[in-house]
Each structure stands twice: as C-alpha cells, then as structure tokens.
Nanobody
Framework: QVQLVESGGGLVQAGGSLRLSCAAS????????MGWYRQAPGKQRELVAK???????NYADSVKGRFTISRDTAKNTVYLQMNSLKPEDTDVYYC??????????????WGQGTQVTVSS
C-alpha cells in the first residue's frame, strides 16, 4: 500500500534552516501531486506548499520567499527547504500525495508527521 515517510524535522533557532524529505512507496507517483501541510494542536491542518507532477507549485502566503518545495521523481521523494525560519513556523509537518492536484488536501495518503520547532 502507499506509504509516505517524512524526515528532517527538529529544533532550530529563528533565522535558521531545515530541509524536510518525504519518501513515497507502494505506487507510482510521477503523475501525482505532492505537498506539505502543517498543523498545530487544536488548529486545522493548513497547506504549506504543494507541487504538481509537472513542477507547478503553490505556497501559503506566510512562507512565500522563505520555503521551496521540490521533488525528485526518480526517487519518489518531495522536499521542503525551509529558510529564515520563524517561531510561528513551529508545527507538525505532514506530507501528502494524491492523483489530483485539487484534491491533495482530501488525500487518503498522509505521512506520520515530523515536528519542527523554531526557538526565538
């Protein structure tokens, strides 16, 4: 079955950088949309960034210019490079994958989440 495994979270000081990775297995993902969401306790999951099979991207306004999403189709892996991190970026980050771009947020396929903590 489809599995998504995230890595790369951790603790970083404000202004620092982290790179998240999400490796997909159990299928062929070259034609799928993939992306990153984040969620704080008691809040709704929100889109951080997503990337289509063709490389089109979409970012939350709060991360534009600081975060970059990319994918390696051969490795079935999507990355999130996070620079100039702020304390408000502290959240659990989840990877998602779906056949359709518009339905990524409703995907059945999510990773287990990786904690990102930014200290001030």
């Amino acid at each position: 079955q489809v599995q998504l495994v995230e890595s790369g979270g951790g603790l970083v000081q404000a202004g620092g950088s982290l790179r998240l990775s999400c490796a997909a297995s159990g299928g062929t993902f070259s034609g799928w949309a993939m992306g990153w969401y984040r969620q704080a306790p008691g809040k709704q999951r929100e889109l951080v960034a997503k990337i289509s099979s063709g490389g089109s991207t979409n970012y939350a306004d709060s991360v534009k210019g600081r975060f970059t999403i990319s994918r390696d189709t051969a490795k079935n892996t999507v990355y999130l490079q996070m620079n100039s991190l702020k304390p408000e970026d502290t959240d659990v980050y989840y990877c998602a994958a779906a056949p359709l771009w518009d339905f990524l947020h409703r995907s059945d396929y999510w990773g287990q989440g990786t904690q990102v903590t930014v200290s001030s």
